[in-house]
């Protein structure tokens, strides 16, 4: 988070940038800046993985305010998102770990640094095996994460 502000990268068939407030998830005056594709003045379709608010993933559609930031889910595309977190000092060694297993399982996914991932999961795809690998380290303590 740069200046209070997280940012992503910018997906090819996004057009717009919004904001969330992430006052509401604890942490006042900062925001995320998030991708999306533009469907009217107000409305947008979201194309980034939200690292910091909680209620979003992609494919939703969300309205705005006037000040370009994001007041609610107008519909929900069944995407599912995950957020996992790992200890700085395990970071690369996870990064080298999940990476096979989001490419052969084709997830889309953001990393925010190497301890830090989001990864959607499509409402057609079963979710079994990252949600195993995730759930077994977990257990073990070697990271967190969060569905939804």
Excluded: N
Aim: charged share 30%; net charge negative.
């Amino acid at each position: 988070m740069s200046e209070r502000i997280a940012t992503h990268r910018q997906p090819p068939d996004a057009d717009f940038l919004v904001h969330a407030d992430l006052q509401a998830h604890g942490m006042a005056g900062a925001r995320e800046q998030l991708c999306v594709k533009q469907l009217d003045d107000r409305r947008f379709l979201m194309r980034s993985l939200p690292f910091f608010t909680y209620g979003i993933a992609l494919d939703d559609e969300v309205a705005t305010d006037e000040t370009v930031t994001i007041s609610r889910v107008v519909r929900r595309s069944g995407h599912r998102l995950l957020r996992v977190a790992v200890k700085r000092d395990a970071a690369e060694r996870f990064h080298q770990d999940l990476h096979p297993l989001l490419e052969d399982e084709q997830l889309l996914h953001e990393w925010h640094g190497l301890g830090y991932v989001a990864i959607d999961l499509p409402p057609q795809r079963d979710p079994a095996r990252p949600m195993e690998w995730l759930d077994a380290r977990a257990r073990a303590g070697s990271l967190h994460y969060e569905d939804g």
